[in-house]
């Protein structure tokens, strides 16, 4: 369907995007300013900021952005919380700075906090509930074991009366997020577990209770502050002291005095929320020192900041006054900002304007709250005056501001309030606790109490503690360190921060308060938008104007609205300079008409033309966006919903009850036997809720029997009542409605539907009644509009005249109210009035005129006569004009016969094709332009009337259908088409609809060879493929499919608490689960071997787990499967096409590709799917991106099909072959009868765009055996006769596969030869699974790590959900050599844990060949990297006959001494050969080796193979005669390979350029 044209709504990503650009363009920093109240989504936006940021900056090193996004668990947890506005609060504010080297690069990042909610440690409100690591701890308590002690949270006094859960926070989940976090955050195990012992300590240390002890206070219990003590780390007495006792300081000296019960809670809790606001300041300052690298965070950067809104409740404290003054500072910021620079641009462009626009400026308020004598500034000298307390505070405030403007006094005395009025709105605020609250300063026993702790969190907390109270008491300080002063001095450096920058600002606005989606409440959205100051902004840009953009920008945006012509002479004038402003105003002078298209006149005083830019108002900006959209957008596609009901199985029982419900209620709602009125549902059941309640009634039967083993008998009768029955209500509600509306169509729909219907009420006819009178006054209304619109007199007159003719001026409550003729008509009377009476003036003053001049008339020359007479001539030409002009009007409301034509062309060509949309809007048209061409009209309004009536509808499609048989042309499919697409709509003559599909299909098959075989990749009719899509484009329009409803059973159920997926909705997606049954309509014995293919392409597709080794033979068996039997091949065509379909994995979507690239060269699928097929291919084909591997195997199946869809037109001097890639998938190509294999090569290269196919060979893969390495001169036809033979003689096939020769340690992955780089990596994965030696397992486990790294999308669902021991996953790590004496859950956990540490070391968008190339490289370190290997035994004796070097040294080389005849890997490389036991473990591995090399000491000197046998003539010391030095010995090898092995030698060494001659030199010296 159509979608707006326009700019996109605002999102995150885009401003930021803006920001990041404008950053890298203007070399500036750039600040995002996010604010809102809390729950309004300011920290999701925050985290939707840092993630397009990561993506889009670079790190400098040590994945900064990883840490950056990282940061975001670690302060949720600790600084959010639930509260009832929110359930994921953040109760602080932040400032995140990244700081940015050459426009891109991050060099490091810092964050600022800013007023973290202390009190909450302690008290909750109702319905909230305490911070959420507290929660998190509690749900992990198992993880912790006897390291800490954890309780129920009914067991914390600070949580207990609050709520323990917070909906939709997993907390268990998050705590392993923060753990993770932590980690990357550089935090250690150790360390996070002190953290974790703190923040349980405040919470143990809640349950701490007093008694009264004389004048002191002692405690009830001694245990929670031991159990405190345990958590913290602290000497119980040091703890009890500082609770029950307190230091007091006179000079030097100091005494501990007791603390009364009261005090003792005070303290109790000002430790709690001491520590924990403490700790939250540790890992800030911990995280900027992770972040900042080390390294200088001067210079640009780029800054977000997230805190709260304005706040005004019902008490308010200084909390709330902190935050309104820092909103009052982003204010002025803002206005500075804006307002300012609106005005700067006005006066650099040379706008008047800039003289009269003002703005309301908060910097009052800010002098008022934040300066030296200020409240804030009062209140810190306050904090420092002995027996100070809030009254004298709030009496001094209202002494010192009573007369000031923003300061509102209370009205009466005994209160301590005061008010302020801010620029959203006054704020009362209550003294009582300021002066408390203010106090910054810790305990003087704070900074000992932790260091005598055993956690080295704690001793960093104190010692800071201990500073900040030496530099308190430093000689010269003389002000108390206050948390106002702390804060403004904070906010200071943040203003300073973002006067630095360019800023941006998010308004995040909270749609209710109830926390529920989808609700919106206009009075909340208001509340917020007042206290945010955004009418403030909305007044200033609606007095100035809002747009202010370039001369070329202005005549891009909107050259659309105008005709085409003047369009592109507008790009064309846009050359710069002069040029530019020419192109503009004539823009500016085709804007009148253009603008009529919204009804609206374009007004001078909206635009304004500078030096380079166009200022225009919002209004104007509004209406021109209005008309730009008109012109780029398309028509709506209505959006149709599908029902469909849940099925279940019922016993025998059941069932016949079930069929004699239904049968019952046929009985009873039989209707429809006959046609008129009275036989309808209505008049049986008189209202349509009564017929909704029948058809529910139906609707549960129904229900029951979808799933029952036997269809009802009158099941499809009671569908049709069913679905006429549901056509009946809603024609019957869509009646009200139609009764409003203006549109003399959407009245005619619901007449015809009743008609049809056979409905009759006094509704009906009252409808008809208004229908006739919408069609005669819906154009006097337009007219009468235009005429006073054209000021024209004549024109009133003629309109008036119609208006009389249908008597409505003297009746005129026949005007209909939505149209408001009556006052229309009145003003046109009053107008046409007025315009006679200004004519009658004007001829009178001309006749006074005439009268005075009579005399000089008289003397008129012959000359003036003749200007007479041109006067004459001139009245004439206007005569003749105004008649002209009344001939071309030819309908009321000003229609151009020109116009009119356009219309009725349209029209007919609508009819033609039988086009309701076209048609609608059309005759729509036509009728409210008052169009009078009977014979068209009355056509057409028969036709749109026809289209909504079964009868018509199913008479038309069996017409055209039978017209298909005469003529397949394009107007005929199109009426096919659409008459399918209304009957469908209105759900009638579906039996009619099903064979009109047929019948189309099987048309357009005809022509599908000729649009789409052998033109995939060229241009192909448009209209072509239109018909194309409409027929075969949805796969649920194959007709071979069950019915997803009634037929199909759906998916098996992966759980014993939930049924399996079933449904329309789930029958042609990708699932993972496996089927009940068949997907197309296949014989009842076939449905068993369906089900199990589908079970193999899970398993082939990596949905199911399967063992390596096994996922080549499932393929191979799938498609071994569809070549048997042609139904069975449909049947999973559509299989894979289905799991195809909205695939989630990479992995599996490129697996399911192989196996259609697979089918496509083996088997067509059937005649009735086969175009289904090649626009499934093509669909994707054109939708796929980004992924070169899927793209090739999509091109080769649309290659493939058409081979296989015509075998008559392969050349006869071509020889079709297939050919298998190292990963299973198969190439078929057609190679020359004559060639050889290496011609072959350069062909199969060719088509996988390998550009050093020379690294590249042929083996031989038979049914059983490894692969054989085959020389590139062997002839193809001479290859094929062997293999013919071979299978006459033992039944086995062979294969020819194409891969690398050899794998070397020394070299890459190809960075410019892409497929070269992942069939060597595919074959080095193969290699490695197949290792056949142990290895170090810490080695293979890395390995292991970094596959799944590489291959994650499809291994993350194994590891997240601790499934990466089951059988089958873990060989896709590991090669079963190796794992097969290891306990597996030991290394799934050990590979489940390095996963984690890697992925957050690495960045996610790496590019794939990279990834790749880390495994390669760490697969090049073992010790048969690349080697060929077979399985032998050293052999002492070699029989005459097995001799292939006659002249073969006697002595005999031991390999292992210890033992003289054992089994060895024969492993062969480009180096040389080596000798491994096959028992041989890693970190013990004996080996003997010889190089090819010819200056090597030890090295291979001949070698030869004859039967079993191959023998090596090798340099080497002889242990019985260790004084000859190196001498040549001999070294025979049993092995049924042997003549492979020998030849493989040969191989490499001609490759290396060992001539023969050399070799025998080398033996005789």
């Known amino acids: 369907g159509a979608r707006p044209t326009g700019p996109p709504p605002p999102h995150p990503f885009a401003i930021a995007d803006h920001a990041f650009r404008q950053m890298q363009r203007e070399d500036r920093s750039q600040a995002l300013v996010i604010s809102g109240e809390s729950g309004a989504g300011k920290t999701e936006t925050t985290k939707l900021i840092l993630s397009f940021m990561s993506e889009a900056l670079v790190g400098s090193s040590g994945g900064i952005q990883d840490k950056i996004m990282q940061t975001n668990p670690v302060l949720e947890s600790f600084g959010n919380a639930m509260t009832v506005r929110n359930n994921n609060s953040s109760r602080f504010g932040k400032w995140l700075q990244m700081t940015v080297a050459q426009g891109s690069a991050i060099k490091g990042c810092s964050v600022t906090d800013y007023l973290l909610e202390l009190t909450r440690v302690c008290k909750q409100g109702e319905k909230e509930r305490n911070y959420h690591v507290f929660f998190q701890l509690l749900q992990a308590k198992d993880e912790f074991g006897d390291d800490m002690v954890i309780m129920e949270p009914s067991k914390y006094k600070y949580i207990k009366d609050s709520a323990h859960v917070a909906p939709n926070v997993d907390d268990r989940q998050f705590f392993d997020e923060l753990k993770a976090a932590l980690s990357a955050l550089g935090f250690s195990s150790a360390m996070q577990l002190e953290i974790f012992k703190v923040v349980m300590g405040v919470l143990t240390l809640g349950n701490t209770e007093f008694a009264e002890a004389g004048e002191g206070s002692t405690l009830k219990d001694d245990k929670p502050v031991k159990d405190t003590a345990d958590m913290l780390g602290i000497p119980f007495e040091d703890l009890k002291r500082s609770l029950v ?348 008409e253009a603008l009529s298209v919204v009804g609206c006149e374009l007004d001078p005083a909206d635009m304004a033309f500078g030096k380079t830019k166009v200022f225009a108002r919002t209004k104007l900006v509004s209406l021109l966006d209005k008309a730009r959209d008109m012109a780029l957008a398309g028509d709506v596609v209505d959006i149709q919903r599908l029902w469909r009901g849940h099925c279940i199985r019922k016993t025998v029982r059941q069932m016949k009850v079930t069929l004699a419900e239904v049968e019952r209620w046929f009985a009873e709602n039989k209707f429809y036997k006959a046609s008129g009125p009275e036989n309808t549902a209505i008049h049986s059941l008189k209202t349509p809720e009564a017929i909704e309640e029948q058809v529910a009634k139906v609707d549960q039967l129904l229900e029951k029997t979808h799933r029952l083993p036997v269809r009802c008998a009158c099941e499809q009768e009671v569908l049709k009542v069913r679905r006429r029955m549901l056509n009946e209500v809603d024609t019957l509600r869509s009646i009200t409605p139609a009764m409003c509306s203006v549109e003399p169509l959407d009245l005619d729909k619901v007449i015809t539907r009743c008609k049809d219907l056979d409905i009759v009420s006094p509704d009906v006819s009252r409808l008809k009644e208004r229908f006739e009178s919408l069609k005669v006054q819906v154009p006097l209304v337009k007219a009468m509009t235009n005429a006073m619109e054209g000021a024209d007199i004549e024109e009133m007159q003629e309109v008036m005249e119609l208006v009389k003719k249908q008597n409505l001026h003297t009746h005129p409550e026949n005007w ?312 069975l091949a449909d049947e999973i065509y559509v299989q894979t096409m289905k799991q195809l379909t909205r695939n989630p994995s990479t992995r599996s979507v490129a697996q399911g590709w192989k196996l259609m690239m697979n089918l496509c060269q083996h088997v067509c699928p059937g005649s009735s799917l086969h175009e289904f097929v090649h626009l499934f291919l093509l669909k994707n084909l054109k939708e796929t991106k980004h992924n070169s591997e899927v793209l090739d195997s999509i091109r080769q199946c649309v290659a493939d099909l058409n081979m296989t869809a015509a075998p008559e037109k392969v050349d006869q001097d071509t020889t079709p072959l297939e050919v298998m890639l190292i990963d299973g998938s198969m190439r078929k190509v057609l190679a020359p009868t004559g060639s050889n294999l290496q011609q072959l090569r350069e062909i199969i290269a060719e088509q996988l765009k390998i550009n050093k196919a020379s690294d590249f060979a042929f083996f031989h893969y038979p049914d059983g055996v490894g692969h054989r390495l085959l020389p590139d001169n062997v002839a193809l036809s001479t290859l094929l006769k062997k293999w013919t033979k071979l299978k006459e003689m033992t039944g086995k096939c062979s294969t020819l596969m194409f891969k690398r020769k050899f794998l070397r340690v020394d070299e890459y992955l190809q960075p410019g030869d892409l497929a070269h780089a992942t069939l060597t990596y595919k074959q080095a994965l193969w290699d490695y699974l197949h290792y056949p030696i142990q290895e170090d397992m810490r080695a293979i486990q890395e390995i292991a790590v970094r596959i799944a790294y590489v291959e994650r999308d499809h291994f993350k669902q194994y590891i997240e959900h601790n499934k990466l021991g089951q059988k089958g996953v873990l060989e896709q790590l590991i090669p079963e050599v190796v794992l097969k004496d290891k306990h597996r859950s030991s290394v799934a956990r050990t590979i489940t844990e390095q996963y984690y540490k890697l992925k957050e070391n690495l960045d996610p968008n790496e590019h794939r060949l990279v990834t790749m190339s880390r495994v390669f490289s760490l697969m090049q370190r073992l010790r048969l990297f690349g080697a060929y290997h077979w399985q032998g035994r050293q052999v002492m004796d070699v029989p005459t006959e097995k001799k292939a070097v006659l002249e073969a040294p006697k002595e005999m080389c031991l390999i292992n001494a210890k033992a003289a005849e054992g089994n060895y890997w024969i492993a062969v490389d480009f180096f040389g050969v080596r000798f491994v036991p096959v028992d041989a473990e890693p970190g013990n591995m004996f080996q003997k080796g010889f190089l090819f090399n010819e200056e090597a000491v030890e090295r291979v000197l001949i070698w030869g193979a004859k039967q079993n046998v191959v023998q090596f003539v090798v340099s080497t010391v002889n242990p019985a005669m260790p004084h000859l030095g190196r001498v040549p010995m001999t070294i025979a090898m049993s092995c049924p390979l042997a003549v492979d092995i020998h030849y493989v030698v040969d191989f490499i060494c001609s490759m290396k350029g060992m001539a023969e001659r050399q070799k025998r030199q080398a033996l005789k010296g």
């Open 245 to 592: 006792c307190r230091l007091l300081k006179v000079g030097n000296d100091v005494t501990v005095a007791p603390r009364s019960r009261a005090q003792a809670e005070y303290a109790r809790d000002g430790l709690a929320r001491l520590m924990y606001g403490r700790l939250f300041k540790f890992l800030i300052a911990r995280i900027n020192k992770v972040l900042s690298e080390g390294g200088d965070l001067s210079g640009q950067y780029f800054g977000v900041l997230d805190i709260a809104g304005f706040e005004c409740f019902e008490v308010n404290s200084i909390e709330q006054l902190s935050i309104n003054l820092g909103n009052e500072h982003l204010q002025a910021h803002f206005n500075n900002h804006i307002f300012k620079m609106e005005l700067d641009d006005y006066k650099a462009e040379g706008i008047a304007e800039a003289a009269s626009l003002t703005y309301q400026d908060n910097s009052d308020i800010i002098a008022l709250l934040d300066s030296k004598a200020s409240i804030l500034g009062t209140l810190d000298e306050e904090v420092s005056v002995p027996k100070a307390t809030d009254e004298t505070f709030h009496a001094k405030i209202c002494k010192n501001f009573a007369s000031h403007a923003r300061f509102v006094a209370p009205k009466f005395s005994g209160h301590r309030q005061f008010g302020v009025r801010h620029f959203a709105g006054e704020v009362t605020y209550t003294a009582d606790g300021f002066l408390e609250k203010n106090v910054d300063k810790p305990p003087d026993e704070a900074p000992v109490l932790f260091q005598a702790s055993k956690w080295e969190v704690l001793k960093e907390i104190g010692a800071v503690i201990a500073q900040e109270l030496k530099e308190a008491a430093a000689p010269g300080k003389k002000k108390m360190k206050t948390v106002s002063s702390g804060f403004r001095s904070s906010l200071a450096a943040l203003m300073k921060s973002l006067s630095e920058a360019e800023p941006h600002f998010i308004r995040c606005i909270k749609p209710n308060q109830q926390k529920a989606p989808n609700l919106f409440q206009a009075p909340t959205v208001m509340d917020q938008l007042n206290c945010s100051g955004v009418f403030e902004a909305v007044r200033i840009r609606q007095s100035g104007f809002s747009t202010r953009v370039t001369f070329r920008e202005f005549a891009l945006r909107y050259r659309s609205i105008v005709p085409r012509s003047v369009g592109k002479a507008i790009s064309q004038g846009l050359k710069g300079g002069a040029g530019d402003l020419a192109a503009v105003k004539r823009l500016v002078e085709a804007l009148p």
């Open 816 to 1127: 209909l109210r939505e149209l408001q003729g009556e006052k229309v008509a009145t003003e046109m009377y009053a107008s046409m009035e007025s315009l006679k009476m200004q004519r009658k003036q004007e001829e009178l003053k001309k006749k006074q005129h005439e009268e005075a001049q009579a005399k000089l008339t008289q003397d008129v020359n012959a000359a003036t006569r003749g200007q007479a007479f041109e006067v004459d001539k001139e009245a004439e030409a206007k005569k003749k004009a105004r008649e002209e002009k009344k001939k071309r009007k030819s309908t009321i409301t000003g229609l151009t016969i020109e116009d009119q034509s356009k219309i009725l062309l349209e029209l007919m060509g609508a009819m033609e094709v039988h086009d309701l949309g076209r048609l609608e809007a059309a005759l729509n048209e036509a009728l409210k332009q008052g169009v009078q061409e009977k014979e068209v009209m009355t056509d057409a309004q028969n036709m749109y009337q026809n289209l909504s009536m079964e009868d018509w509808l199913a008479s038309k499609l069996d017409e055209q259908t039978k017209a298909l048989d005469v003529s397949d042309n394009n107007t005929t499919l199109k009426s096919v088409q659409n008459l399918i697409k209304q009957a469908e709509k209105l759900q009638v003559a579906l039996d009619q609809v099903q064979v009109a599909k047929r019948a189309v299909q099987a048309k357009m098959r005809v022509r599908a060879r000729a649009t789409i075989k052998g033109k995939i990749f060229e241009e192909v009719d448009v209209e072509e493929m239109g018909l194309l899509d409409n027929s075969f484009a949805n796969l649920a329009d194959y007709g071979g499919l069950k019915n997803p409803v009634h037929e199909w059973r759906g998916h098996k159920s992966t759980s014993l608490f939930k049924f399996g997926d079933s449904g329309p909705a789930h029958m042609l997606v990708h699932n993972k689960a496996d089927l009940k049954d068949s997907l197309t309509k296949i014989p009842p014995a076939l449905e068993s071997q369906a089900t199990c293919t589908f079970h193999n392409i899970l398993g082939w597709m990596y949905d199911r787990p399967v063992p390596e080794v096994q996922r080549a033979s499932l393929m191979k068996e799938v498609v071994a499967v569809a070549t048997q039997d042609k139904s």
